[in-house]
């Protein structure tokens, strides 16, 4: 078990991150429902601005 | 039903494990489409009252999908143009039809301009995919590439190309079945509502190929001159950044690609490794970051110094690829990258 779960852990983070931008836009779309289309614009100026820096980090 | 492209294994229906990220990439992409087409409909569920939050609703809806059309067809469908991602031809014809219409490209054009135009005659003078050069070698700047070249300059190239026959007799006929079906495809969200369609279906498309996919592109060979015995990995810049790379099928690895595209794109951190030495003793360019912090350094400035400093980043190179820090690798320079190299046996 101690040794399985790093593995799984690994291809959750594999899958999670190279579909990470569509799981982010529909966030931001769906999400909509909950905060309004003004919090969305914000969001997605802000998501842009967060990118440049990780990808610079990381 | 088609033939196989490959002798398949007993039920297995992708050509490798790893594609099926390309085809959830995808597929959630699609989705995204149809919740903002969805909600513009059905405005009293998002909380859309009047034509300035339906403005935000679209602006926000449109940079997001534009974004994540970008990379589906400059990255992800990319992919599936090297190597085919279904062991059987027809569903890698019908897939590969509604993968890229999303990204506003009929799937062939864009395998046409990028394998028979780009891949081919890389940096060469009828690579139409690239920047424009000037007369003094430079390149035309980013953001008139960006603008210019989808859809104003492929059109043109495409209808010249087709017409000419380049790349083959069929070239012509099949250009036109699949304009049909692309424009069958690329017309649905016209007939449910037409001015829905221009904010959520051809403004993001607008973006992921003039935001997206042109600044992407620039990168991808900024600063590059063709290949040559002296300098055989100067066609491209490779970005090494984790999060870009994971993020973005690791597009980042172009050296790479470029010199064997037959490579599948999950084993090209692997095959980066293997070919470090190589690309370190014949001086490939290698950066930190990803494309997002790439078009930032590479998009004008308001003054010289401002242009210089961001240039001599752009330039600079990864501190653990630098050749004074590797002397034991000169023994590699003399060295073509050998075929050995190459993982599963593909093929240069």
């Given at each position: ?58 | ?32 489409y149809a919740a903002a087409f969805w909600?513009y409909l ?147 969200p016209?007939?449910i509502?037409?001015?829905m369609?221009?904010?959520l ?148």
């Amino acid at each position: 078990m101690s040794t399985r779960a790093p593995g799984i852990a690994h291809k959750v983070a594999i899958a999670l991150g190279r579909s990470f931008f569509p799981l982010v836009a529909l966030a931001v779309i769906v999400g909509t429902v909950v905060w309004g289309p003004w919090v969305s614009l914000g969001l997605t100026l802000v998501f842009w601005f967060i990118i440049d820096r990780l990808e610079c980090r990381y | 039903m088609g033939t196989p492209c490959f002798a398949p294994a007993r039920g297995a229906v992708l050509a490798h494990r790893e594609d099926i990220h390309l085809v959830i990439y995808h597929l959630l992409s699609l989705l995204a489409y149809a919740a903002a087409f969805w909600l513009y409909l059905h405005p009293e569920v998002a909380g859309i009252e009047g034509p300035w939050s339906r403005a935000a609703f679209v602006g926000a809806a449109a940079i997001m999908l534009g974004w994540i059309s970008g990379i589906d067809v400059g990255v992800v469908f990319h992919n599936h143009t090297h190597k085919k991602i279904f062991r059987y031809e027809w569903l890698n014809r019908w897939f590969g039809r509604i993968w890229s219409v999303s990204g506003g490209w009929p799937s062939y054009y864009w395998w046409y301009a990028h394998v028979i135009v780009h891949h081919s005659n890389l940096l060469g003078p009828t690579d139409w995919t690239l920047p424009k050069r000037k007369p003094d070698g430079s390149s035309e700047g980013m953001y008139r590439y960006s603008l210019l070249h989808w859809p104003w300059r492929y059109v043109p190239h495409l209808w010249h190309d087709f017409r000419a026959g380049r790349g083959g007799p069929q070239v012509r006929r099949q250009a036109l079945v699949e304009l049909f079906y692309f424009l069958a495809l690329w017309s649905i969200p016209f007939w449910i509502d037409p001015v829905m369609a221009l904010g959520l279906w051809v403004l993001p498309q607008w973006i992921g190929n003039v935001l997206i996919v042109g600044p992407g592109m620039y990168a991808q060979h900024a600063g590059c001159v063709p290949r040559s015995e002296a300098r055989p990995f100067s066609h491209s810049n490779t970005y090494v950044s984790g999060f870009f790379n994971l993020t973005m099928f690791n597009i980042g690895y172009h050296v790479e690609h470029h010199d064997y595209p037959q490579v599948h794109w999950s084993d090209l951190p692997r095959f980066h490794e293997e070919m470090k030495a190589h690309l370190i003793a014949k001086q490939a360019h290698v950066v930190p970051f990803g494309y997002y912090r790439a078009s930032r350094l590479l998009s004008p400035k308001l003054t010289h110094d401002q242009e210089a400093r961001a240039r001599a980043e752009f330039m600079a190179q990864h501190p653990d690829y630098l050749l004074a820090q590797h002397p034991d690798y000169l023994d590699h320079a003399e060295e073509a990258a050998p075929a050995v190299l190459l993982p599963h046996g593909a093929a240069r």
